[in-house]
């Protein structure tokens, strides 16, 4: 795509982090933008902010986790602006991604809650979008592209987030096959799979948007340590790339048509190594842990 004047992208998780950024950048180049998120607040706001940068955009709330919610919103932005030519399923949670090493439990000790409410938000999120979306912009017969936000967690081995980590393989996995699959097909529609590395975002919060059929008794933390957990994580995210420099990056990416979307922060020689593992089939190395660039 390269023509981005009166398109209209459809961006999930756009109410903070890396969706916002990417909505006003859209915006910016003259796209009409569809925001949704789950967080109805945080989703207004960012909805208000924009428009009074006199942006075209619309906020709709809905849970990426639930089909009918994700065609709802289908059928409200083809409502409100009569087609859909960019996709960006990037509403994701941390699940048990922790930098901060408190809750750094093994997965035999992580409940079946988490387990769900992360692949739902982060696998099935991205299956609802592609299946509600993906007919309507094939349909169209026009250049349009699909952006699944994966993570380097997506590429990496090692012992942290074992949960977080092989939903982002999922995604990696399944951006893959719609790649291939869009090129069998012969559509005009492009798929990218970003990988970021660690970006200053409000990701470490995730568990404020966690339901609560998704906590156990025993797991739901007391205030106090939501608290002290929560700044910790945030301070060690505040240290990353700045979310707009991934929206600049972003949309270059879909102006080339480039599948692979690594933030230049992604250590690729770690990459490197585990694939050197797999081809020699020798067992897998423990790194140190990763730290921000900034
Ligand atoms: N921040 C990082 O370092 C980093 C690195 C790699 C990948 N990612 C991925 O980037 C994506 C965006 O996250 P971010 O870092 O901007 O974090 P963020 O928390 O700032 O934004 C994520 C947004 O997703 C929304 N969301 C959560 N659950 C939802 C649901 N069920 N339905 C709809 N929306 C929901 C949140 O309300 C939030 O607005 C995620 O997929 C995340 O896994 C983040």
Known sequence: MDNFEDKVAVITGAA??????????????????????????????????????ELDVIGVQ?????????????????????????????????????????????LWEQSPELWNWTF??????????????????????????VVNTASMAGLLGGSSAGIYGATKHAVV??????YFQLMEAESKIHASVLCPGIINTRIFSSGRNRPDIFWTTDEKPDESDTGARIDAGDQFFAHGLPPESVADQLLESIKNNQFWVLTPDVPLERISIRHQHIIDQTNPSQLPPLTPIN
Do not use: W, Y
Request: aromatic share 4%; with cysteine; charged share 20%.
């Open 16 to 53: 903070s982090g890396m969706g916002l950024a990417f909505a006003r950048r859209f915006g910016q180049e003259g796209m009409k933008v569809v925001l949704t998120d789950v967080e109805e607040d945080a989703l207004n706001a960012a909805t208000q902010a924009l428009k009074q940068e």
């Open 120 to 145: 739902g938000v982060n696998v099935t999120g991205v299956l609802n979008g592609i299946r509600t979306f993906l007919p309507i912009m094939l349909s169209q017969n026009e250049p349009g592209h």
């Open 62 to 106: 809905a849970n990426v986790a639930n089909l009918d919610e994700v065609q709802s919103l289908a059928d409200t932005a083809m409502k409100e602006f009569g087609r859909v030519d960019i996709l960006c399923n990037n509403a994701g949670v941390a699940g048990d991604l922790d930098f901060v090493g408190q809750r750094n439990q093994p």
């Open 173 to 178: 996995r399944i951006t893959e096959a719609l």
